[in-house]
């Protein structure tokens, strides 16, 4: 089993100062390198060019909305794996967006009230 300190992972629409749930997570992950962008289209080139193992998609992310962003890279025909594990962290959603988000394929939804244990 691959130790989770070297998982590549891409964090899309994070604000520092403003994820603690993010932050939590990656440290119980032991920490593994990260990059982090603001755009969704910056994501999908990032992802066609460089092997990741684990988005994270924040509801800030822009221009694509995470369900719309999660569709994108399920459909890439340039991704280089469509079955990455996508994950939505939302500051507040409906049971509406929820639905769209996982029939777009995202994995897993967090929304408050969640904590990383």
Do not use: Y
């Amino acid at each position: 089993m691959r130790d989770l300190g070297k998982v590549r992972v891409l964090i899309v629409g994070w604000k520092p100062n403003t994820n603690q749930f993010l932050r939590i997570v990656l440290a119980s992950l032991g920490l593994p390198a990260f990059t982090r962008v603001s755009r969704t289209d910056e994501a999908l080139a990032l992802m066609r060019d460089h092997g990741f193992e684990v988005v994270f998609c924040t509801g800030e992310a822009e221009p694509l909305n995470p369900s719309a962003f999660t569709r994108a890279v399920r459909h890439d025909v340039l991704g280089r794996d469509p079955t990455i594990p996508v994950f939505i962290v939302m500051s507040g959603c409906t049971l509406n967006e929820i639905e769209l988000m996982r029939d777009a394929g995202a994995d897993d939804i967090f929304c408050p009230p969640m904590s990383a244990d």
